[in-house]
């Protein structure tokens, strides 16, 4: 009974081998490669597939996805010989799993010896200040190539970019203090900017506040102007109206004496003709009041003869008297 228990676990253990080796099932996005006696036979895609077991062997399971593979940093000649290190990154996708078994041994090796030859080639024909201000054609003719070469191994390049371009130490130094000359001379020629803004600004205001001003005092003298000439018209408008007679304007010219006399800066006065006549006019009215200060009437007229020929009178008899002793 032993043997036959023996041999029926083996048949059983067999059974189980064989139904796991028939029934293969492929996850989405993925391709399986099945060769039969080490001949290429089929593709299995995404499902449940069965496949003769101990004939049929699986060779390769392939993702069909789009990987992303990044480069180490390879050194790169430019045109003007100075070495600079670039890391790439490559976007593919396998579109025929047989050929990217057995059209290339390792695509992904390939793909990246592929890329540093290419990359070699176009940064060799390019000088330091191209190469770092022209990551866009670099990425489509190194996208270009890698594409029409890799399509015969079954393989799709969707997009090629450059992650860093590095130049050397010095150069960097170089580029920094040429950046920073650069920001220096921005920020000064923004400054003078603002400078000539504000003075534009500043000579604008004051010129609109000078005529402003001089607006202001024209309507202030124009309005002093009137109004002086306003009260000189009522003056002479009450004159004629209340009917003033020639004593009032001579006592109104002696009233405006005094003011003339005020201040230390007065050493001339400009006396009006009218004076005169107001004078003789207050000196009738005051004859009319009698006799003043010693029985002799005021006249103006004959005043100043009449002290200046006594004076005359008394100088000639002080030099008529014999000097004393």
């Known amino acids: 009974m032993q043997p036959i228990i023996i041999v029926l676990i083996i048949l059983v253990v067999l059974v189980f081998i064989a139904l796991v080796k028939t029934i293969q099932v492929i996850p989405q996005a993925s391709a399986a490669i099945v060769e039969r006696f080490g001949r290429y036979t089929r593709t299995l895609n995404a499902g449940l597939n069965i496949v003769v077991p101990f004939i049929d062997s ?17 050194p790169v000649i430019t045109q003007d010989n100075l070495v600079v290190n670039i890391d790439t990154v490559i976007y593919y996708q396998v579109t025929d799993a047989r050929a990217a078994t057995y059209e290339v041994a390792s695509y992904i090796q390939a793909i990246e010896q592929l890329t540093v030859t290419t990359l070699r080639n176009i940064i060799g024909g390019m000088d330091l200040e191209r190469t770092l201000t022209s990551r ?30 590095e130049p050397p130490t010095s150069i960097q130094d170089s580029m920094e203090k040429q950046m920073r000359a650069d920001r220096d001379k921005r920020a000064a020629i923004l400054q003078a900017e603002g400078v000539r803004q504000s003075e534009i600004l500043r ?10 001003r001089a607006e202001g005092d024209a309507k202030a003298a124009a309005l002093r102007a ?7 018209r009522t003056v002479f408008e009450s004159i004629h109206a209340g009917d003033a007679d020639q004593k009032l304007l001579a006592y109104q010219y002696l009233q405006m004496l005094p003011k003339l006399a005020e201040g230390d800066a007065n050493k001339l006065w400009i006396v009006p003709s009218e004076i005169g006549d107001a ?22 007229g004959n005043s100043g003869k009449e002290s200046g020929s006594a004076a005359d009178k008394a100088a000639a008899e002080r030099r008529e008297q014999p000097p004393i002793d």
């Open 58 to 74: 699986i060779r390769n399971r392939i993702d069909l996805r789009e990987q992303v593979v990044p480069f180490p940093p390879q």
């Open 136 to 165: 866009e054609e670099i990425n489509a003719a190194l996208r270009g190539v890698l594409d029409e070469a890799t399509g015969k191994w079954g393989i799709r390049v969707n997009r090629v970019e450059l992650k860093a371009i």
């Open 203 to 212: 000579a604008e205001g004051q010129k609109q506040s000078s005529i402003l």
């Open 226 to 232: 009137e109004g002086e000439a306003q009260a000189i």
């Open 279 to 300: 004078l003789k006019g207050l000196s009738g009215a005051m004859g009319n009041f009698g006799p003043m200060g010693g029985g002799s009437g005021f006249n103006p």
